[in-house]
């Protein structure tokens, strides 16, 4: 921990809490390995991250989920500790998760499916394809194709060393936080900035043209059972206010929550309210 600042160093305590409460498996696939934690009891859920993430976007609702379901948290092939990079696109990304998420727990074993952002993306595809999933719950899912809102222009990254200029890190962390991933200035906090440096470190696909297309609605209509969408009252990604219930074409029920004071990174920002309407969307309820 030698030149990192108190807040720092408390918040990668904090991970390293949390990884040591998990299973770490380093997954073989073609050759390279997706890295998944798991922990908890109950029914299968498999937690998908966003792009420029990990599975340590979860972090702060792993505690209560873990209580009622087994989680299963890959960091998607591209992304984090998985050496495992797509190079031709979504539909290879995808087929490489259901590759690995087939061999670890069986093609037809039923599970339950929630996905962050470009993960809720990934999440619709999976959830297309794969038969046995049983309920699909996305937290401002990318690829809607609708308007967003941003209107602060992150800033440069790559030339940042936390640990010779802690200061100047942590303002560049907490600027771009607030303009893609948080609402609340209270909301930025020292595990925020890591969980955000060290996913950033660690992406090598480009998420960036998915996520901006209109992929979302299509994978859902291919998928026949219920689906529930959670946003941030201030998700920069959309305007959730715009986003209305629906039914599926096979007559199922869309349903949109919208959860006040948040941004898009809702798992971090209102992590109580999140988990709850999880489990009830997981539920059916």
Excluded at 131 to 140: E, M, Y
């Amino acid at each position: 921990m030698e030149g990192r600042g108190p807040g720092r160093a408390a918040a990668c305590a904090q991970i390293a809490a949390l990884e040591s409460a998990c299973e770490r498996i380093a997954q073989p696939v073609l050759g390279h390995q997706v890295v998944w934690r798991r922990v908890g009891s109950g029914p299968p859920l498999v937690l998908l991250h966003g792009g420029h993430g990990s599975w340590l976007h979860w972090a702060r609702v792993i505690p209560e989920l873990s209580h009622r379901f087994s989680l299963w948290m890959p960091d998607m092939p591209g992304y984090g500790e998985s050496t495992l990079t797509p190079t031709h696109g979504l539909d290879e990304l995808v087929a490489q998760l259901r590759q690995g998420l087939d061999a670890l727990l069986g093609a037809r074993t039923p599970i339950l499916l929630g996905g962050f952002s470009f993960g809720g993306l990934v999440s619709a595809q999976l959830a297309a394809q794969r038969d046995h999933v049983q309920r699909l719950v996305l937290i401002g899912p990318a690829g809607h194709g609708g308007p967003r809102r941003q209107t602060v222009t992150p800033l440069p990254w790559r030339n940042l060393d936390p640990d010779a200029d802690p200061l100047g890190w942590a303002s560049r962390m907490r600027h771009n936080l607030l303009a893609q991933m948080l609402h609340s200035e209270a909301a930025v906090d020292a595990l925020a900035m890591e969980i955000q440096w060290r996913g950033c470190l660690n992406t090598r696909f480009r998420s960036k043209p998915f996520s901006r297309s209109a992929a979302l609605a299509p994978a859902l209509d291919r998928y026949p059972l219920e689906v529930l969408t959670i946003w941030g009252e201030h998700d920069v990604t959309a305007v959730p206010r715009d986003m209305a219930d629906g039914m599926a074409p096979q007559g199922v029920p869309r349903r949109q929550r919208v959860v006040d004071g948040a941004g898009h990174w809702l798992m971090h920002e209102r992590p109580a309210a999140t988990a709850l309407l999880m489990r009830q969307g997981l539920a059916g309820a």
